[in-house]
């Protein structure tokens, strides 16, 4: 994660005061603390037929060479979900639809002070997957043959998708 040194609204250098319950970086010229949001960025989980899950080997900073779900940062003016699909295209090949959103998680990251992950299902989807932005490799990989997620957030979705998602599945087949 990288500190923010300059104030973004005058240019001039940060000092840190404690503020409002915690030390933040702060502008004395402006009187303003500036405060650290967490950026969000989406991912989804891809479900083929076999309950397999798409992942894609990165190529780039951060953790090159590691496998993960599709994904990245929302851009302004499009929806969470708008976002996710984008990128599960730009990575994959693969045109999806979202059938529910899996869940809201932080993480920390290599730029940014912390990350909000949004992670969606998509069950639907047309295409084979390829790699393509960002990727080396995209595949379809096994519940019990994960390679090792790059990150905890991803990680966690897929945790909740094979866990509560199916259970939640199971349960409501079970109910009258
Ligand atoms: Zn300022």
Request: net charge negative.
């Amino acid at each position: 994660m990288k500190d923010k040194k300059f104030c973004p609204w005058c240019g001039l250098g940060l000092t840190e005061k404690f503020t409002e319950g915690r030390m933040r970086q702060y502008c004395c010229a402006c009187a303003l603390p500036v405060y650290e949001n967490p950026v969000p960025a989406t991912s989804v989980v891809v479900v083929d037929k076999d309950d397999r899950i798409l992942l894609v080997k990165r190529n780039i900073e951060p953790k090159t060479g590691w496998w993960c779900l599709p994904g990245g940062f929302l851009e302004t003016g499009e929806s969470p979900e708008q976002g996710a699909l984008r990128e599960l295209r730009e990575e994959t090949g693969i045109c999806g639809k979202i059938d529910m959103l899996l869940g809201v998680l932080t993480n920390e990251g290599r730029f940014y002070k912390a990350i909000l992950m949004i992670g969606f299902l998509v069950r639907n989807f047309s295409g084979t997957a390829h790699a393509g932005d960002d990727a080396d490799q995209a595949a379809w990989f096994d519940k019990d043959r994960l390679p090792e997620i790059a990150f905890n957030s991803h990680l966690s979705l897929i945790r909740i998708y094979y866990a509560g998602y199916r259970q939640h599945m199971a349960d409501s087949a079970c109910s009258p």
